[in-house]
T-cell receptor
Framework: NAGVTQTPKFRVLKTGQSMTLLCAQDMNHEYMYWYRQDPGMGLRLIHYSVGEGTTAKGEVPDGYNVSRLKKQNFLLGLESAAPSQTSVYFC????????????FGQGTRLTVV | SQQGEEDPQALSIQEGENATMNCSYKTSINNLQWYRQNSGRGLVHLILIRSNEREKHSGRLRVTLDTSKKSSSLLITASRAADTASYFCATVGYSYSGAGSYQLTFGKGTKLSVIP
């Protein structure tokens, strides 16, 4: 099993460019999450989804959009990248939201110049 | 704002010693989880403790939960150099906004260094 796979692993963007980060899971999990990790800030929740076709805002949603058209995929979009969005992005999934562990991808290191 | 806050932010110990990390949180929770992150890698789940549990063990790991104090601790016994990593607590609570759902919220982590 691949688990949770993030694409791409590294990316450099110019300010104002757009891009989409793809997260794919093969565990048939209902919940999926996007986090960003910055030095000294830990992981902060951007958006999450409780099932196919649903999305919800987390702690730091501004500047990001998400879609979950298929249960196995959760897309994170940056419409107009800003240097403040330079970060490491992690996707995670869990069977349910309430009482099960989350499985993480290996991360996407994004630099906006 | 983030739910969990770990203490200390950094911890350095000798191999064979025990390592204790603490986590405090603000609101009621369904359960609390601990994760480990090796440098530059994704997080790996270590242990989950439910709100009606007080203590849980898994190998060299011991987790306690005190819901009256809104705090948890992670004890790693007989530490090894391979335990060097960052450790995060994560709380699972119910959010009533929108349709209502559970959220998994992380703290800032404790960076553990185990010196051989």
């Amino acid at each position: 099993n691949a688990g949770v796979t993030q694409t791409p692993k590294f990316r450099v963007l110019k300010t104002g460019q757009s891009m989409t980060l793809l997260c794919a899971q093969d565990m048939n999990h209902e919940y999926m999450y996007w986090y960003r990790q910055d030095p000294g800030m830990g992981l902060r929740l951007i958006h999450y989804s409780v099932g196919e076709g649903t999305t919800a805002k987390g702690e730091v949603p501004d500047g990001y959009n998400v879609s979950r058209l298929k249960k196995q995929n959760f897309l994170l979009g940056l419409e107009s990248a800003a240097p403040s969005q330079t970060s490491v992005y992690f996707c995670a999934s869990s069977e349910q939201g309430g009482g099960t562990e989350a499985f993480f991808g290996q991360g996407t290191r994004l630099t906006v110049v | 704002s983030q739910q969990g806050e770990e203490d200390p932010q950094a911890l350095s110990i000798q191999e064979g010693e025990n390592a204790t990390m603490n986590c405090s949180y603000k609101t009621s929770i369904n359960n609390l989880q601990w994760y480990r992150q090796n440098s530059g890698r994704g997080l790996v789940h270590l242990i989950l403790i439910r709100s009606n549990e007080r203590e849980k063990h898994s190998g060299r790991l011991r987790v306690t939960l005190d819901t009256s104090k809104k705090s948890s601790s992670l004890l790693i016994t007989a530490s090894r150099a391979a335990d060097t990593a960052s450790y995060f607590c994560a709380t699972v609570g119910y959010s009533y906004s929108g349709a209502g759902s559970y959220q998994l919220t992380f703290g800032k982590g404790t960076k553990l260094s185990v010196i051989p």
